[in-house]
């Protein structure tokens, strides 16, 4: 893994568990990232859905563990797949499109975010194009749309 995808990774991680930092003295305004949620309703079918992200800062997520991984640049994983825990996965390079087992779809490019908690069900596809991602795992009580709120 090269060293400004690992530095793309940090600072995507520490943008989900709410800090921040700037080597300049300035601000940089930057492009708000986008959130997606993924989850399974009670018939088992996965769903797709934006979350807007409230423009205050979000708090810091204790209990948050980092995992890289996923598929090799290019692949596809185009059957139906649950994701293995509730998590966040940030786009750090390439591209990764989404589609929900109801049909919904979602393009996520570099800083995009989703939430993935449709860990049972019908699950969800990916097509990753240079794409690479790296997975924050979230305590069981964490909930999603109160974070993207900024509570």
Do not use: C, Y
């Amino acid at each position: 893994m090269n060293r400004q995808l690992i530095g793309l990774g940090i600072t995507s991680a520490l943008l989900v568990t709410g800090m921040a930092f700037s080597q300049t003295k300035k601000a940089i305004p930057s492009p708000q990232p986008h959130l997606f949620h993924l989850w399974t309703d009670a018939k088992g079918d996965t769903h797709l859905e934006e979350l807007k992200l409230a423009n205050n800062r979000r708090a810091a997520i204790p209990g948050v563990t980092l995992n890289f991984s996923g598929l090799p640049a290019g692949e596809r994983a185009a059957l139906l797949h649950n994701a293995p825990a509730r998590q966040f996965a940030v786009t750090v390079s390439g591209q990764i499109d989404v589609e929900a087992s109801d049909g919904t779809r979602a393009h996520l490019n570099v800083g995009d975010m989703a939430f993935l908690e449709d860990t049972t069900g019908k699950g969800h596809k990916t097509l990753e194009e240079g794409a690479g991602s790296i997975f924050l795992r979230v305590p069981d009580n964490f909930d999603i749309k109160a974070w993207a709120r900024g509570e």
